[in-house]
């Protein structure tokens, strides 16, 4: 019998367009002679757009109002094997639509509740990491609240870390909303935009150099394995919004340009990380590796990283074997499997 799997894409964060791009080649890659896929797409307004409005999406990227809400959709999804939430940020990557898959009893790829919860959010995950001696950046935690009352008090405790720094929402990805800031100067103009996005803010000091950026892809449940590590090279300050999605402006390289002891530290960081923060299924860590010091630090980790057929974790799992469409079977399978 054929497995029914329910394909769930867009979403109603800033990383909407994203999910839409790793859809389409997660539908297309799903073998169809063991999977029945049917692709929702959600919109940014939180609708569960019907077939058509799912379709238009899929293909133009816009999609229309209307749909139902998908706390209503998700509790009744019963009658589907699997749920793969290709979905990135809040409401999707952070054990929201997780929650309500566990309370429908429905198998999902990726992680549960409390790993999806934890690694979205930078300040935790940063918390959990210390707690099991992994390496980070020095970090302090704001709350929005305090931004409004006390603007001074915030403004000084991003000082104490030094400039540049950067000011990232805690509960996003894809760069949306961080800014590197090099002179205080810059400082409102950075939280500002944060706490637009989010009540809870990361500062977050700078490696002393700018770091090389290596990332390395998990699978399995607990038994997890670790990919080669892969290398991001680019020209912008830093790995922002534009040069991760514009063609041309990154390079990726894989093997990472280190040396074999260092790749295999940064393998067994990110396994150390991934059971530390309670993952399953999938995730990729990524880390800043300063060359002329040797540090390695851990940046973070994500429970849902891009799915496209050239994004960093489908790459690097390809480096070590297993093509795309292998990979994105052994992921409905890990969702299926006992624990
Ligand atoms: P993703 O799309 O991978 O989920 P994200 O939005 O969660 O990304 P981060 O990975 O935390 O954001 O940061 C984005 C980029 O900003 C990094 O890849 C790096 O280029 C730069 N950056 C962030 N924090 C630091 C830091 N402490 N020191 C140096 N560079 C940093
Ligand atoms: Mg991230
Ligand atoms: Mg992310
Ligand atoms: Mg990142």
């Not at 405790?157 to 996003?172: D, H, I, S």
């Not at 800014?179 to 637009?196: G, M, P």
């Not at 990154?250 to 260092?262: G, L, N, S, T, W």
Request: proline share 5%; with cysteine.
């Amino acid at each position: 019998m054929k497995k029914r799997i329910l394909l769930l894409a867009g979403g109603q964060s800033g990383e909407h367009e994203v999910s839409l791009m790793s859809a389409r080649s997660v539908l297309a890659a799903l073998p169809r002679d063991q999977f029945d896929v049917t692709p929702v797409v959600i919109s940014k307004q939180g609708r569960w757009l019907p077939p058509t409005g799912t379709q238009k999406a899929l293909e133009t990227g816009e999609a229309p109002g209307g749909g139902d809400l998908v706390l209503h959709r998700v509790a009744s999804a019963e009658g589907y094997d699997a749920v793969f939430p290709l979905l990135h940020g809040p409401m999707g990557e952070d054990g929201t639509i997780q929650g309500l898959l566990t309370l429908a009893g429905i198998p999902f790829v990726g992680s549960g509740v409390l790993g999806s919860a934890v690694s979205m959010d930078k300040v935790m995950t940063k918390q959990v990491l210390a707690s099991a001696g992994i390496a980070q950046v020095e970090w302090r935690l704001a709350l929005r609240r305090e931004w409004r009352s006390q603007p001074e008090v915030v403004t000084a405790r991003a000082t104490e870390l030094g400039f540049p720094l950067f000011v990232k929402p805690a509960n996003l990805g894809s760069s949306v909303g961080i800014s590197k800031v090099s002179h205080t100067d810059d400082l409102q103009a950075a939280l500002d935009l944060a706490f637009s996005l989010d009540r809870r803010v990361i500062l977050e000091a700078m490696t002393s150099h700018k770091p090389r950026e290596v990332e390395v892809g998990i699978l399995g449940n607990d038994a997890p394995v670790a990919s080669p590590v892969g290398e991001l090279s680019f020209d912008s300050e830093f790995y922002d919004y534009e040069t991760k999605y514009t063609e041309g402006r990154a390079q990726m390289h894989i093997p990472a340009r280190m040396p074999r002891d260092m790749s295999e530290r940064v393998r067994e960081m990110a396994l150390q990380a991934f059971r530390a923060l309670d993952c399953a299924g999938l995730a990729r860590v990524d880390f800043f590796y300063v060359e002329e010091t040797g540090e390695l630090f851990l940046n973070e980790v994500n429970t849902m990283p891009g799915f496209t057929t050239t994004s960093m974790y489908p790459k690097l799992f390809e480096a070590a074997g297993i093509g795309y469409s292998e990979l994105v079977t052994r992921l409905v399978t890990l969702a299926l499997e006992e624990r």
